[in-house]
């Protein structure tokens, strides 16, 4: 299954297809004629899939170095840049090289960035391995880190040269994992397909999920790829995907990263802005009910526990913010 991005400035190809990590080398020929290549990864990752890559990459003639980072949010921040700034300067890493970052939305936001920076831009490859980055994140060009005031605070609009989404690495992830990602495939649902959010409500558990992955990772790309295509740079139709989202980074933030994962943070964000809409008289009555249901089906949360007004000078720091507005998705 294969989705393009057609940009103004650029495009670039998704490739969707189970046990392609195995032959991620074909992928990288096809578009690179260098012969250095610098792997951004993280322990978890590297656990599984590090050494597949880099040596598939060695045995086909590249100059291979692979960096391993900290798994967690707490690494997406400012203070890491530098440490893999310098690892490229070692390698000797020129502007006709390639980054590929192997890893889910932490490793493609931080590698994505470097590469948006590092001597000005290098080509960098996406190869997410969590459901969350491989439905979201890794698509649509957003790179960046976060400060210590906020998440993604510091980033840039840079797109992959390729996206290479392989459904069976997901065999690996934890359940909590995976139903994280789950949060953003339901946004997908709820903002913009109504048949796609039945199938969701009517799989009767992961392994029927995992049938239909192929099917539920195109069709969330698709979405992504149509919103991206109208409006790249985030100023009107492309604030739909950040349904749940203001609330979420908010309560992320609120518990410095530690309580819950960015899934569940959107997906209590989504019920909440859902009942303040509803209570306003701008979302159908009901609908809030529809979203915890499906939440609960997939173990997210729902609901806040703490009081909404502790989150809004989180709120005020979002880059979301405009003219001292912000705008929330109902």
């Known amino acids: 299954m294969n989705l ?19 032959t991620l080398v ?7 004629k260098g012969k250095k290549i610098f792997i951004i990864t993280d322990k978890n990752v590297d656990k599984f899939y590090g050494n597949l890559v880099l ?3 060695i045995n086909s003639g590249y100059d291979v170095k692979k960096l391993v980072l900290k798994p967690g949010e707490e690494t997406k921040n ?8 310098d690892e490229l300067l070692n390698f000797k890493f020129t502007r006709s090289d390639l980054i590929i970052t192997l890893g889910g939305g932490v490793i493609g936001d931080l590698g994505g960035f470097v590469a948006s920076t590092y001597l000005r831009g290098v080509a960098f490859v996406q190869c997410p391995t969590t ?9 649509g060009g957003k790179v960046g ?9 510091v980033g840039s609009f840079y797109h992959p040269k390729k996206v290479v989404i392989d459904p069976e690495v997901l065999n690996t992830l934890s359940d909590r994992v995976f139903n994280d990602g789950m949060a953003e495939v339901i946004k997908y649902g709820c903002i913009r397909d109504k048949e796609f959010l039945g199938n969701l409500i009517n799989y009767s ?5 995992m049938n239909n992955i192929e099917y539920i990772i195109h069709n969330c790309c698709k979405i992504k790829k149509e919103i991206v295509e109208k409006d790249e740079k985030d100023m009107g139709q492309r604030m739909l995907l950040n349904f749940g989202h203001t609330i979420g980074h908010a309560i992320e933030q609120y518990f410095n990263y530690t309580k819950y994962t960015h899934g569940e943070a959107v997906a209590i964000g989504m019920y909440e802005i859902t009942k303040l809409s509803e209570e306003l008289g701008i979302t159908k009555i009901g609908t809030k009910e529809v979203i915890k249901d499906i939440l609960i089906k997939y173990q997210l949360p729902y609901e806040l526990t703490i009081d909404i007004n502790e989150l809004t000078e989180t709120m005020k720091l979002d880059k979301k913010n405009l003219e001292n507005n912000i705008n929330l998705i109902f």
Do not use: C, M, R
């Open 145 to 153: 880190v976060d400060l210590d005031k906020g998440k993604n605070l």
């Open 4 to 22: 393009s991005i057609d940009l103004i400035h650029s495009s670039y190809d998704i490739v969707i297809q189970k046990g392609i990590i195995n």
């Open 26 to 32: 074909h992928e990288i020929k096809n578009l690179f």
């Open 205 to 209: 558990n992961k392994k029927e999920v």
């Open 131 to 139: 459901l969350l980055a491989q439905v979201d994140s890794s698509v």
């Open 78 to 85: 400012f203070s890491t840049l530098p440490l893999v700034y």
């Open 55 to 57: 040596n598939n990459l």
